[in-house]
């Protein structure tokens, strides 16, 4: 008995040292795998941000912008989108008064504009006259968009969450407003046409929006197929 | 002196119908210009939206993965990232217990399984095992990414807001990792070889990324030249 539980004993040590070998060498070969993944750091690094040209008035109503990459949309029900903003911004103030504001999505032929909106700030300069774009006042919320940008977005701030640099302001959708000359033959707005910009975090870039992939809601049937 | 404010009165009367008139037929001009806008309705239309895949464990340990594209960066210190999820969703009842998620970005060439993540529930099925994606549990935070995708950012929950069909989840980035292969000489993620999709809310449609415009922080300063 002593001798068959010595034997047995003897086994499970050279099979645990065969599993140990085994997961050793698996780990081994994970790690020269070319796709291992490399650590960045804690970055604001995500694709694709957006190119969201902010539209709101200060106190004494003169129309201000600027350009923002944070941001998305955030419910559908009612329809949201969330916009992050730092506190030193002419721009917090002016939403933070008037509980409005605008998003127009610049197509990228105003590349130069909208950038010009994130360098300068409002407090200082009068950047629809430097930029010879036109404020329009948004008819449903106290905030002006760009008219000269196909497509525009109107929000009522609902929720305001501090969050560290920047503020979380949470805009209601009231109305999507949209130039005829980017509507499809189906009246919907159409992405290529509307050429909007994305902008790249990561080497702070400028971007186009590329081909049609594929259908959302659709390809992935085919998994199962 | 009546006769004369009877003269001045006609003058102001005179002009205030100038005015009017003007300003009647400036109104005029402004309809019928070509590029007047539409209303859309309340829509949830931003361009571009991403194309987030969230990964998360259930209770049980099983790792599950949704997609996103009602999301974005919302603060830069500290580093966080916004995902609005509904409350139906598994994903939902899953970040709800660990306060943690991933999120990792999809090549184009993964565009079926992505697609595929947002069409079926992680609570019937098995995501991971029928796309044959690989989940590695994240060193940092409580939840699992998918290998295979290029670049992934790894969040520890912060602050929970409920909105209305969507709740969102603040997320501090902790780290973010990419493939080597999607890295420049720089050592930065290079979005050309990381090949993003961006999806279309007005079509529900994927797209790529398209060609580099300029760079950010730059081209704005041109308008002042």
Redesign the interface.
């Known amino acids: 008995m002593k001798n068959v539980l010595a034997a047995m004993t003897g086994s499970i040590l050279i099979a645990g040292l065969l599993v140990t070998t085994s997961v050793f060498a698996q780990s081994t070969i994970d790690k020269k795998e ?17 190119v ?1 040209v902010v539209g709101s008035y200060d106190t004494s109503g003169r129309p201000n912008t600027m350009v923002v ?14 916009i ?1 903003i ?1 506190e030193a911004t002419y721009t917090y103030g002016n939403i933070m008064a008037r509980k409005a504001f605008t ?1 127009s ?1 610049p197509s ?1 032929k105003y ?10 700030s409002g407090r200082t300069e009068d950047k629809f006259a ?2 010879k774009l036109t404020p329009v006042k948004s008819d449903l919320v106290d905030a002006p968009y760009v ?2 940008f ?4 109107e929000c009522s701030v609902i ?1 305001i ?1 501090k ?4 503020t ?1 302001f ?1 805009g ?10 980017v ?1 499809g033959n189906d ?5 290529a046409k ?1 050429k ?29 197929e």
């Open positions: 070319k796709n291992m993944k490399k650590s960045i750091g804690a970055k604001t690094f995500v694709f694709p941000t957006p969201f990459a944070w941001g998305g949309i955030c419910c559908s029900k009612p329809p949201c989108v969330a992050a730092r998003i999505i990228e590349l130069r504009e909208a950038d010009y909106f994130g360098i300068v430097a930029t008219k000269e196909p497509f525009v977005v929720k969450e969050l560290g640099s920047h979380l949470i209601e959708i009231k109305d999507v407003k949209a130039d005829e000359a509507l009246g919907a707005p159409d992405i509307i909007p910009m994305i902008f790249n975090p990561a080497n702070r870039a400028y971007y186009g929006i590329g081909k049609y992939l594929g259908d959302g809601f659709s390809e992935g049937k085919k998994i199962k």
